[in-house]
């Protein structure tokens, strides 16, 4: 059973425009919650994160929202450039109950196209 | 650098042989990760090590794999009697702490002829 789910292998947007990732994760013991992203033959690098006490998180061009009522996750990039083409993995992890470990769903892969 | 540093970055060996991955993890960071990335796959979580503490083996798929941290410093991961399905890139991450977002690693692609 997957606990996160990245339902869309790959997006492609235009330059400049928005870039909407979506995670779905099935375990209420979730607290915290990052978005990593990977380029090729290198390993992720944090992006961004949001604990449940909130429903979203800004960081420049990037935000995240949390809607925990339907366990639904997203990242918002805004304009997108064509140097966010990457892997972004999304990754969840029970704080409270299990802090270090984290799981991370299989992936989208953005393109962001000149 | 000052960031995770894993070797060797590849490795093809004979199925049946064991295989050592070294870790060297940021200076001071408390908690060390492992993680395999199969082919199209995502991150598979396979132990943690935090300070002093008993490692979280739970992540581990067979007794072949096993895993230390020496000095609560460098960690190597060996996979003991190697198989094909074992294949994929194994990638280290370390935090300050255990609450703390992960700093990976280039990961090592591991190949079984």
Redesign the interface.
């Known amino acids: 059973d997957q606990q996160v789910k990245q339902n869309s292998p790959s997006l492609s947007v235009q330059e400049g425009r928005i870039s909407i990732l979506n995670c779905d994760y099935t375990n209420s013991m979730f607290d915290y919650f990052l978005w990593y992203k990977k380029y090729p033959a290198e390993g992720p690098t944090f992006l961004i994160s949001i604990s449940s006490i909130k429903d979203k998180n800004e960081d420049g061009r990037f935000t995240v929202f949390l809607n925990k009522s339907a366990k639904h996750l997203s990242l918002h990039i805004v304009p997108s450039q064509p140097g966010d083409s990457a892997v972004y993995f999304c990754a969840a992890s029970a704080v409270r109950t299990n802090a270090g470990k984290s799981t991370f769903g299989d992936g989208t892969t953005l393109t962001v196209k000149p | 650098g000052a960031g995770?540093s894993q070797s060797p970055s590849n490795k093809v060996t004979e199925k049946g042989k064991d295989v050592e991955l070294r870790c060297d993890p940021i200076s001071g960071h408390t908690?060390l990760?492992w993680?395999r990335q199969s082919l199209?796959?995502?991150?598979?979580?396979l132990i943690?090590f935090?300070g002093n503490s008993a490692p979280?083996k739970?992540?581990l798929p067979s007794d072949r794999f096993s895993a230390e941290r020496t000095g609560g410093s460098v960690s190597t991961l060996t996979i003991q009697r190697t198989q094909q399905e074992d294949s994929a890139v194994y990638?280290c991450?370390s935090?300050l702490e255990?609450?703390q977002?992960?700093?990976?690693?280039?990961?090592t692609r591991l190949s079984i002829l």
């Not at chain 2, 199209?40 to 979580?45: D, I, M, P, S, T």
Request: proline share 4%.
């Open positions: 995770v908690a990760y993680y199209g796959q995502g991150l598979e979580f943690y935090q979280d739970s992540g990638l991450a935090s255990e609450r977002p992960q700093h990976f690693g280039d990961g």
